[in-house]
Nanobody, 123 residues
Framework: QVQLVESGGGLVQAGGSLRLSCVASGRTFSRYPMAWFRHPPGKEREFVAT????????YYTTSVKGRFTISRDNAKNTVYLQMNSLKPEDTAVYYC????????????????WGQGTQVTVSS
């Protein structure tokens, strides 16, 4: 019902910026709260940020507050993650997900997942 495709990952030096994009194929994109998760190498997948269907509410994990910004353009069926002041510990595969209840950081709230995009931050 919903297919998600991430893009925008790459290699960047510490202190640099990247913008990730996630495009959804469905016709009801605005009904879904969206989120970004990441999976660092050798560690468990973790929540990064989420945004409500209208874009009116956003939530972030503490480690990225002030550096990352989640946004969405419902007319384009796209959610973004602007990442500034990147650190080596931000290195991970970043996943886009579509959920049920807004403002939830738990993976079980999200029914649809993209394939991920690699972000590597060098020191």
């Amino acid at each position: 019902q919903v297919q998600l495709v991430e893009s925008g990952g790459g290699l960047v030096q510490a202190g640099g910026s990247l913008r990730l994009s996630c495009v959804a194929s469905g016709r009801t994109f605005s009904r879904y709260p969206m989120a970004w998760f990441r999976h660092p190498p050798g560690k468990e997948r973790e929540f990064v940020a989420t945004i409500s269907g209208s874009g009116g509410s956003t939530y972030y994990t503490t480690s990225v507050k002030g550096r990352f910004t989640i946004s969405r353009d419902n007319a384009k069926n796209t959610v973004y993650l602007q990442m500034n002041s990147l650190k080596p510990e931000d290195t991970a595969v970043y996943y886009c997900a579509a959920g049920v209840v807004p403002g939830i950081a738990t993976e079980s709230n999200y029914n649809y997942w993209g394939q991920g995009t690699q972000v590597t931050v060098s020191s």
